[in-house]
């Protein structure tokens, strides 16, 4: 099965600009794919937030066995971004 694992970067206003990374996982993702950028962008100071999206916000498996829990489903997710 091929894979899908990207690194999509929004902004969001409100008040004060949030950068946050949000990476689309399913079951099986490659998780050492996104693990530099991620690691990265989430270091104290760089004004971004690493989460996860995924079709539901049940847990999925990666490959190397690792167990994520979604912070958005593409249901919950708002995808009103200023690129």
Same mark, same amino acid.
């Given at each position: 099965?091929?894979?899908? &694992? ?5 902004? $969001?206003? *409100? ?11 399913? !079951? ?7 693990? &530099? ?5 989430? $270091?104290? *100071? ?11 916000? !049940? ?25």
């Amino acid at each position: 099965m091929k894979l899908f &694992y990207d690194v999509y970067i929004y902004k $969001k206003y *409100g008040g004060h600009t949030n950068e946050k990374s949000v990476s689309f996982i399913t !079951d099986g993702f490659s998780d050492w794919e996104a693990s &530099y950028v991620t690691a990265e962008l989430n $270091k104290p *100071g760089t004004g971004f937030q690493v989460q996860t999206i995924a079709i539901d916000k !049940d847990p999925k498996i990666s490959m190397g066995g690792l167990t994520v829990l979604p912070d958005y489903s593409l249901q919950d997710f708002s995808f009103n971004w200023n690129l």
